[in-house]
């Protein structure tokens, strides 16, 4: 990986809708040479998909509501699946420290929160928190570039 590919993923985070014609002329390679290196982030891991970012409030989800779950009732295995059957849950994270999880949910209102609170209350311990802004709501993530030249030719 070197600072085109970084130029190129900033890119495409920044806009994944952005046409190879277009890359082509921003990074001033050709499109084959740009559709090579988007193909050799794909087979890397790199890249891992193109997605749509949807904007909760305008799909009538716009309670934002943070819940960290702690000493589960039920196994791992159980309360995972739980969670990602529930479409309200739009993030789940397994962390260390006293609480086990993270979840992000996307609700209409706070009747919403309420229901979800009382499904998840037989599983654990919850603490909800309410997001009242997002100051940094998503951010393109990119190597730093001495990372890059330490590990050489490993990407």
């Known amino acids: 990986m070197d600072e085109i590919d970084v130029s190129l993923l900033e890119l495409l985070q920044l806009n994944g809708r952005i046409t190879i014609s277009e890359l082509s002329k921003k990074l001033a390679l050709s499109r084959p040479s740009i559709s090579e290196r988007m193909y050799r982030l794909q087979e890397k891991g790199i890249i891992e998909g193109f997605s749509a970012r949807v904007s909760p409030p305008a799909i009538g989800r716009g309670v934002l509501v943070f819940i960290q779950v702690s000493e589960l009732k039920v196994s791992v295995p159980d309360f995972e699946q739980l969670v990602k059957d529930d479409l309200d849950i739009i993030e789940c994270h397994r962390v260390t420290g006293t609480v086990g999880y993270f979840l992000k949910a996307a609700l209409a209102d706070m009747d919403s929160m309420r229901i979800l609170i009382d499904r998840l209350i037989p599983y ?7 997001v009242l802004t997002s100051p940094v709501p998503s951010r393109s993530i990119l190597p730093k570039i001495n990372q890059l030249e330490d590990q050489g030719a490993k990407f």
């Open 124 to 130: 654990g311990h919850l603490n909800t928190s309410i």
